[in-house]
């Protein structure tokens, strides 16, 4: 048996690709910093990530939840493809390389083009076919949406011949029909959308036809993949933004995005819900079954565990949970795009106190991983003299205006919540001689921090936090919950710094 989600914590919108027995994966990052994770699998359920596909990227300023939506992983004839869109700014573009590892070129850009999610897909005769989602030019309400389609020439790189649109939503006012794919199979070309929002209503459509430009049918069964009418007590729900990959054996399954709720969910009555549950890990990546029926595709449901793929299993070697920072391992990343050089590593992790804080849209002194599990623990050593208005230590980021802190600073050790913009100090304590050891605990939604002045003497510090503030629900945006080890001199110059002699993450 398989378990989900292959990819837990904060990895949305998969996209896959096979190239004889190995398979690769790329999801999307946002505002952090490099730009879309890359995996490795041989077996589609165990995942190791070789690195990032973008390290030249200007992610300067951009709000929350802005940045790099939505990658496609595609290979044609020796060559690794991925395109995505930078959100907010700079539109569509492509990068290539000839390894999965890298080096990645430099950004072809489509400026041609408007929308997001772009892919591409390469036909049997040679010809290759972008295609995105946008957002009619006359729409009638927000989120009315369309997807395109026009051919790439692979020699120039540009967009020639004439525009198509293939495809609208499926059911009557649906919004945001996107993530689009197309497959060809059987002599047909498959179309995979969703629809409905990245929420609980998200929902997968596929429509087919005998011309890669259409006209494209819509499947009688249409949503083939929905769990929005399974209702909020169920453990995964929002399952989409699909793609669809198969196997040597002819096997065929799909990653898709999908979010487990956790916390509770009251019903009060008939007509009211109370939501309290959140969604701290953000959209994770699952994986599930794709068999076919009439010449259509037809998806199992997503479950917590399932029969996986009759593939040879292929377990990575497991990593420590205790970074010693001997290097920067890729799972961490930066809050935007870093300017200058303010870490180093080799003998613990040592960060500039720079004056950019967590509470507006810069480049801190940061950095930061996925929270991969319900309960967990991070724990790490802290040495840091601090001046006025300086502090560092242990963070839990949703976003600027909604975060939890727990740091060193010229008072002492401080717990602090910060929820629509605004601190509200939780608890203090008096932490002499500039050593600390930090702490989050979390089971569920409450998340203990902890502290010890001496090795292995923890003591709680203040009550449990509600993680809810962690959650999309509550924050906005498609972020999952991050936890970061920062520095800041909150504006002012300084030429401090902050050692962090190593950091201890794990399950519970």
């Known amino acids: 048996m398989s378990a989900n989600p292959i990819l837990s914590g904060f990895h949305p919108d998969p996209s896959i690709c096979r190239v004889g027995d190995d398979y690769y994966l790329v999801t999307s990052s946002f505002e952090w910093f490099p ?9 589609l359920v165990h ?52 390894s999965p590892e890298g080096p ?130 169920h453990p995964i729900t929002s399952t989409g933004h699909p793609d669809l990959v198969e196997t040597p054996s002819g096997e065929w399954w799909s990653v898709l995005l999908a979010t487990r709720p956790y916390g509770g969910t009251t019903f009060t009555d008939m007509s009211t ?69 303010f870490w180093t590593v080799g003998d613990g992790l040592t960060l500039d106190v720079r004056p950019p804080s967590l509470t507006e849209w810069g480049n801190p002194s940061l950095v930061a991983r996925p929270q991969a599990h319900v309960n967990f623990a991070a724990h790490t050593e802290l040495t840091f003299s601090p001046g006025s208005a300086e502090h560092a230590g242990l963070a839990l980021i949703q976003n600027d205006a909604f975060h939890i802190r727990l740091s060193l600073g010229a008072r002492g050790l401080e717990l602090v919540s910060r929820a629509e913009g605004i601190d509200t100090l939780l608890a203090r304590a008096d932490a002499p ?33 509600d993680g809810r503030i962690l959650s999309s629900t509550v924050a906005g945006g498609f972020i999952g919950t991050m936890i970061a080890l920062y520095a800041t001199s909150e504006g002012r110059s300084s030429s401090n710094s902050a050692r962090f002699s190593w950091f201890d993450y794990r399950a519970l």
């Not at 709000?63 to 004839?77: C, E, L, V």
């Not at 994986?287 to 299993?313: I, K, N």
């Not at 970074?323 to 935007?336: A, E, K, S």
Request: glycine letters at 10%; a negative charge.
């Open 104 to 233: 990645w070129s430099e950004p072809v850009w489509f400026p041609e083009t408007r929308g997001f999610d772009p892919s591409l897909f390469f036909d049997d005769d040679g010809r290759c076919w972008m295609h995105g989602s946008r957002e009619r030019e006359n729409k009638e309400y927000d989120g009315d949406t369309e997807i395109w389609l026009r051919e790439l020439d692979l020699e120039s790189l540009k967009l020639v011949g004439d525009e198509h649109v293939i495809w609208t939503p499926h059911l009557r006012r649906a919004i945001w029909t996107e993530g689009p794919h197309i497959y060809k199979a059987g002599g047909w070309y498959y179309l995979l959308t969703s629809e409905g929002g990245t929420a609980e209503e998200h929902a997968v459509m596929v429509a087919r036809s005998r011309s890669v430009t259409g006209p494209y049918e819509g499947n009688p069964r249409n949503p083939v993949l929905t769990h929005r009418h399974l209702g909020l007590g």
């Open 47 to 98: 995942w190791r990530q070789l690195g990032h596909v973008l390290h030249s990227l200007d992610l300067d300023g951009l709000k929350p939840s802005a940045g790099i939506f939505a990658p496609t992983i595609r290979h044609h004839d020796g060559v690794f493809y991925m395109i995505t869109t930078l959100m907010e700014t700079a539109g569509n573009f492509m990068v290539t390389a000839t």
């Open 273 to 341: 819900v109370r939501r309290e549950h959140g969604y701290n890990l953000g959209r994770e990546t699952f994986l599930t079954r794709v068999t076919w029926e009439d010449e259509w595709p037809v998806y199992a449901q997503v479950t917590p565990v399932f029969d996986g793929p009759s593939l040879p299993a292929h377990r990575w070697p497991a990593g420590p949970a205790c970074d010693h920072f001997d290097r920067l391992d890729p799972v961490w990343q930066f809050l935007r795009t870093p300017r200058e050089t």
């Open 35 to 43: 730009g879309v994770p890359i995996f490795h699998s041989r077996d």
């Open 433 to 465: 001689g500039g050593r600390v050891w930090l702490a989050f605990e979390a089971w569920g939604q409450d998340y203990q921090a902890r502290y010890a002045l001496s090795p292995g003497e923890w003591q709680p510090l203040g009550q449990p936090v």
